[in-house]
């Protein structure tokens, strides 16, 4: 049984960076692709971020040049840098994990077969 822990979210002022983790179990890590989704109250969860097993990545269009995921297959963790945090950035922040390929961008959540439980961050203005 796959568990996936996230961790590092917090209140944070706009400008300010948070760096999330995501610890896995249960699952041969490296095998695997990994997206960061999010969720605003009132608002459907949406893509973040992704990265397959070969290491390439993808963003959202509204995270581009701000965000950074990055894989730790040795310790099986998941990684999400973020900076110049922004008011609209907050939510509820998933990482979960899809066992193929996709082949666009913007991953949909429909793709990916486990989810954490989340991580809250808050971004103040």
């Known amino acids: 049984q796959a568990q996936l822990v996230e961790s590092g979210g917090g209140l944070v002022q706009a400008g300010g960076s948070l760096r999330l983790s995501c610890s896995t179990s249960?699952?041969?890590?490296?095998?695997?692709?990994w997206g960061w989704f999010r969720q605003a109250a009132g608002k459907e969860r949406e893509f973040v971020s992704g990265i397959t097993r070969s290491g390439i990545t993808d963003y959202g269009d509204s995270v581009k040049g701000r965000f950074t995921v990055s894989r730790d297959n040795a310790k099986n963790t998941l990684y999400l840098q973020m900076n110049d945090l922004r008011p609209e950035d907050s939510g509820v922040y998933y990482c979960?994990?899809?066992?193929?390929?996709?082949?666009?961008?913007?991953?949909?959540?429909?793709?990916?077969?486990?989810w954490g439980k989340g991580t809250l961050v808050t971004v103040s203005t």
């Open positions: 249960g699952v041969v890590f490296r095998t695997w692709n």
């Open positions: 979960a994990a899809a066992g193929r390929d996709y082949s666009g961008d913007n991953w949909p959540s429909d793709f990916m077969s486990y």
